[in-house]
């Protein structure tokens, strides 16, 4: 089979004339550049957003927004906009690209531009980076995606805490090249205990008898479609527990499925060759996935 990703899209012609936001100023795709000296380049020393635009909003914006002030934070990193300037350069450069529906935005801020290229932060002495992608894209998946596990783990948070979303992503990269060449489409990652956890780009669940299980969340990134499915689960009744669980318990799961901002429930077919359930969107993902699609139209 073909190899497929978890951002899987049709190519949209439109794309080849966007306009994308940099530190300020909007302009066309070829003219988007920043220094070869930016932290952000030299060293992943940055933080990211990924939004999605679904009838002209900015689905749970705010989650989004403090959620990328929170890793500001973290990493000592002063944003060049406060949360009002943040939300105005979303709509500019949504404005400028005349976009309204099915689009997503990958909005990034890194520590800026190094006097010298080594990794000292006291180097980035010009301000901070900002960058908006905006690209027209509706999610589509030929087949459901397949996983292989990888010995690559979402590790401790006194080295790189999987929460942060962050621009150092080498990590996950490793994962996912270690799956491909193990013929699957994504990689299923562990935690520093065995217990399975996250895969490469997206938050993991898997369905038995009717109840939907995920990680503790110790260890997997702190995803917003991952508590939006925790909090619909919990209120239509859909039995749901964050808890460590194992390979074993995978493989005999009736459903398996992703969350992310992309492509919201992503289905699961295989994992390390077992077909999970029928191979096929099972039934609790499709539920999840038209409560979700409520919820985001609300």
């Given at each position: 089979m073909d190899k497929i990703t978890t951002h899987q899209a049709d190519e949209d012609a439109r794309n080849e004339a966007i306009k994308?936001?940099?530190n300020g100023d909007i302009v066309p795709k070829d003219q988007a550049k920043i220094s070869v000296y930016d932290s952000g380049f030299m060293l992943g020393d940055g933080v990211w957003e990924g939004l999605r635009l679904y009838h002209g909003q900015w689905s749970f914006v705010d989650e989004h927004m403090d959620r990328l002030f929170e890793a500001a934070k973290a990493i000592?990193?002063?944003l060049p906009l406060d949360r009002a300037g943040m939300l105005q350069a979303l709509?500019?450069?949504r404005a400028a690209n005349d976009m309204h529906h099915d689009a997503h935005a990958r909005l990034m801020v890194t520590r800026g531009t190094k006097v010298r290229p080594f990794q000292h932060p006291a180097l980035s002495?010009?301000?901070?980076?900002?960058?908006?992608?905006?690209e027209h894209s509706v999610p589509k998946l030929p087949r459901p995606i397949r996983l292989a596990t990888v010995p690559h783990l979402r590790g401790l948070p006194m080295t790189q805490d999987p929460k942060l979303n962050s621009h150092s992503k080498l990590n996950c990269i490793l994962a996912c090249i270690a799956a491909e060449k193990a013929g699957a489409d994504e990689a299923l990652m562990l935690d520093v205990h065995g217990f399975v956890n996250t895969t490469n780009a997206c938050n993991f669940?898997?369905?038995?008898?009717?109840?939907?299980?995920?990680?503790?969340?110790?260890?997997c990134m702190n995803g917003i479609t991952?508590?939006?499915?925790?909090?619909?689960?919990?209120?239509n009744d859909i039995p749901v527990y964050e808890r460590n669980f194992s390979l074993v318990d995978t493989y005999g799961a009736d459903e398996a499925f992703l969350t992310g901002t992309f492509g919201a429930q992503t289905p699961v077919g295989e994992i390390d060759g077992r077909t999970i359930g029928t191979g096929e969107l099972g039934p609790v993902t499709e539920r999840l996935r038209g409560l979700y699609k409520e919820l985001v139209g609300a």
């Open positions: 994308i936001y940099v000592d990193l002063d709509e500019d450069t002495q010009s301000g901070p980076t900002m960058v908006i992608i905006m669940f898997i369905v038995r008898k009717g109840e939907v299980w995920t990680s503790t969340g110790d260890y991952r508590q939006k499915v925790i909090d619909l689960c919990r209120a």
